[in-house]
Each structure stands twice: as structure tokens, then as C-alpha cells.
């Protein structure tokens, strides 16, 4: 199994809870605004601290609140794509999508920096600054720092939420192509049917 | 010249202990964190007079600080620019713990979380995030801090007295050229420079907050 979940986390007046266990491709969380979707991305990540229970990944336990386990994020080998795109606005494009691969161990690195610049078709864009960038070309610079971080697995949570129509399914395409051409196990966040239903292998359904 | 020095060795031996205060405010909750505040901001507040008598409890030679440092160090702050320097750097403290705050406050802390799921550490995610992005509150806080402490009059005059080419600072030079019959050309002289100096800092740092020199886009570092 590529991800198991089990946890519990009290966030203000509600508990987040999940259960679930996934194989390999995407598997999509699924559920309405306000559901804790974020939460779990964020729990896995090790962003967020759950209260109990257990995260493995591909085999890895990151969290085990039995076992006393909890992995910082840094040494949890996550690609997380934001739905802000958090790309650093101090740095140009360029150091952005190599901020990850310098701190990722040579070994870790299994894609590299001019495979990941054409695979999103960024390479005119890596002098710009993050705050000249439009909305899909930040979505595709924020996704190929996540790739070059040398995960094992992906999170991505509503990449497509900001954009236009036109945007949507050009990122969406490349998601397809991450899913099946570079196998990476992705947990992926989203409240929309119709995106989940076209990308995800497996669905689990968050209320 | 000596007020340069009174105030640059203020401002540089002030700032780190201003970021970490700044840091602990803006970042910690912890018991006793209004009382810190409080502290900080206290020399803001007091009449300066009372900050540099507080002084001299502790540092004179007879203070339980002053004691020790003179004791186990050989130092003395009483009558000496060093002391001077002090005085400055106690009174320019609240104005650069609050700039430096605020501009901590702005920082995301998404990015930083960010930063740290592509595999930084604490003090990576720190030095590459978090720093670059307060810059310009730091440089604001400089150059507050700097100006502040060019201005310094009463808790110097209290703690180290006005000494020519000791712990005359330019305020003090002014007051004690005011002082005397015929001192007018000096105190007009003087008094240009300190205009001169205040005017420039203000300058440097609105320009700073601005923000392009340090890469930072719009101007949302305004500290006044």
C-alpha cells in the first residue's frame, strides 16, 4: 500500500478524522469545503501535528503516535503542491525550483533540473520572479519544486482551484503525465467531481 | 564623529538581542510574554531621566551590574563613551523591537512551511526564508534605531554626564554650547548636522521600506 492513514486531529471545535488505505497512482480525497481535507494533506506533509494515530507512506512510517514517531517535514521526502502555490517571492523561478533539489540528498534525486524545466515547459520563464508569473504558469513552477525535491510521493492540494478553464486542463495533463509516466504515488486533494473523477484511481470521500 | 560612534555601537550591539526579543514576541506564547513586552517598551515611555538613573543604579561602580563587569572584566560604563553607548542603545531598543516585529508579523508562514516540506531544516528554513524576508524591517530598525540614539539626551546626561570627547554626544554639545555667552555659530552649526543626519536616516529608511533595494516589492514596511 502507497498511503496509510489513521489519524485524528482536533482543529478549534472540530475533530478531523480519516481512515484510509490506498495503492499505487492517485488516489483522490474527496469532499466538501471545510471537511479537514487540507488538514490531512497537512498531517502527512508534518506540517500538522495529529493528535493520534498513524501515517505510512510506501512502507515508511512518518507518524506513529504509539511508537512515538514523528518525522519533521524536511525528513519526510513530500512533494507538496500547494492551492496558493507558496513559491518564495524573494528568489527568481530559478532558485525556487532548485531550493528543494540543493537540499535534497544527490541520491534522492531522481529527476533533473532540465528534464523537470521541459517536462512543464517553464524553461522562459526561469528568470522571472514568482510575482510576474500568471496564475498556471506559478501552478507549474510550484509543481516542478515539489518534483525536484526528490519526493517519494506527491500532495497536492486543489492545484487547479485558481485557474481558468483553459489552465485547468492544461495542468491537469500534466498531473496525468506525473501519475503515469513518472509513478509517483499522489494523495490529492480536490472538491470537484468532475476533476477527481477524471485523475484519480481511487476515491475517498472526506465529510 | 563621537556621536557616530555612540550610536553605531549602539545600534550593532542592540540588534541581535532586538531580533530576539522581536522573534520571541512575534512568534512565542509563553508565560510572562506581556511583562517582556511591557519591559521592552518601558524606556518608550519613562521620562528618559529616570531610564538613565535606573542606569546608574545598575551599572555605577557601586551597581550589582556595574560591580560585577568592573570586578571580572575590568569595564566601566560611568563617564565613558561605552556608557554613552549603552544609554543609546537601552533607549533606541523599543523602536527596533517594534519594526523588527512587525515585519516578522508579515512574514508567511506558509512559506516557511513550504520551505521546510522540500526539505529544510529549522535554521535553513530560517536563513534562506525567513531573514531575507524581515530585511527590510531589520534595515528599517537600523536606521531608526540609529537615529534614535543620535538623539539621545537625558539618560546619557544622567548615567554618564556630558563630557567633551568622551561622552559629549551632539545633543549634549549643543546644550552645553547653548549654555555659554557667544556659543550661537557653534549651536547653529551643530545643530545643521543633527538636522542633516535625522533627515538622512528618515530617508534611508522610508527608501528601505520601499523595499527595492532588498528585493521586496511593494512597500508594505512602512514602521512609523
Keep these: 500500500m502507497s498511503f496509510d492513514i489513521d489519524v485524528t486531529c482536533r482543529r478549534g471545535a472540530r475533530t478531523v478524522a480519516l481512515r484510509c488505505s490506498a495503492g499505487e497512482g492517485l488516489t483522490a480525497l474527496f469532499g466538501p469545503s471545510g471537511a479537514g481535507k487540507t488538514s490531512v494533506l497537512d498531517m502527512v506533509s508534518g506540517l500538522l501535528r495529529p493528535d493520534a494515530g ?11 503516535s504509539a511508537a512515538r514517531i514523528n518525522l519533521p517535514p ?30 535534497a540528498p544527490p541520491a534522492r534525486r531522481w529527476l533533473d533540473f532540465d528534464a523537470a524545466v521541459d517536462f512543464l515547459g517553464i524553461g522562459h520563464l526561469l528568470a522571472r520572479s514568482p510575482r510576474s508569473l500568471s496564475g498556471g504558469e506559478a501552478q507549474r513552477v510550484a509543481i516542478g519544486r515539489a518534483l525536484l525535491s526528490g519526493p517519494k510521493f506527491l500532495l497536492m492540494d486543489e492545484p487547479l482551484s485558481s485557474l481558468d478553464a483553459p489552465r485547468r486542463d492544461e495542468i491537469m495533463a500534466v498531473i496525468e503525465r506525473i501519475r503515469d509516466e513518472l509513478r509517483l504515488p ?13 485523475l484519480a484511481g481511487q476515491i475517498v470521500e472526506m465529510v | 564623529m563621537l556621536s ?47 531610564t538613565g538613573w535606573l542606569l546608574l543604579i545598575l551599572f555605577g561602580a557601586n551597581g550589582p551590574v556595574g560591580r560585577t563587569l568592573e570586578q571580572w572584566f575590568g569595564v566601566t560604563l560611568m563617564f565613558r563613551w561605552t556608557g554613552a553607548a549603552l544609554a543609546a542603545a537601552v533607549m533606541a531598543l523599543p523602536l527596533m523591537v517594534r519594526a523588527i516585529r512587525l515585519s516578522l508579523e508579515a512574514v508567511d508562514r506558509r512559506l516557511e512551511g513550504a520551505a521546510r516540506t522540500l526539505g529544510a531544516g529549522p535554521w535553513r528554513c530560517f536563513w534562506t526564508i525567513t531573514l531575507p524576508l524581515c530585511l527590510p524591517g531589520i534595515a528599517a530598525a537600523a536606521v531608526l534605531g540609529f537615529a534614535r540614539s543620535l538623539g539621545e539626551f537625558g539618560a546619557t546626561i544622567t548615567f554618564v554626564s556630558s563630557i567633551p ?25 551643530l545643530a545643521a548636522i543633527s538636522v542633516a543626519l535625522s533627515l538622512g536616516a528618515l530617508v534611508l529608511s522610508e527608501w528601505l521600506g520601499r523595499g527595492p533595494v532588498l528585493g521586496m516589492g511593494k512597500g508594505d514596511a512602512h514602521v512609523l
Design chain 1, 54 to 64: 498513524r501515517i505510512v507512506v510506501g512502507g515508511q512510517v512518518l507518524f506513529d
Design chain 2, 165 to 189: 570627547g568622551e561622552t559629549q554626544t551632539l545633543p549634549l554639545a549643543i546644550y552645553a554650547a547653548l549654555q555659554q555667552p557667544g556659543g550661537e555659530a557653534m549651536v547653529t552649526r
Design chain 1, 186 to 198: 499522489i494523495l490529492y486533494v480536490s472538491h470537484d467531481r468532475a476533476e477527481v473523477d477524471r
Design chain 2, 4 to 50: 557616530l560612534k555612540v550610536s553605531g555601537a549602539a545600534i550593532v550591539l542592540t540588534m541581535p538581542l532586538a531580533f530576539a526579543l522581536a522573534w520571541l514576541l512575534a512568534r512565542r506564547r509563553f508565560p510572562g510574554r506581556l511583562l517582556v513586552d511591557a519591559l521592552v517598551h518601558l524606556p518608550l515611555v519613562v521620562p528618559p531621566v529616570v
Design chain 1, 74 to 103: 524536511e525528513r519526510r521526502a513530500c512533494g507538496y503542491v500547494f492551492q496558493d502555490n507558496r513559491l518564495f517571492p524573494h528568489r527568481s523561478v530559478q532558485a525556487n525550483l532548485l531550493y528543494g533539489w540543493n537540499l
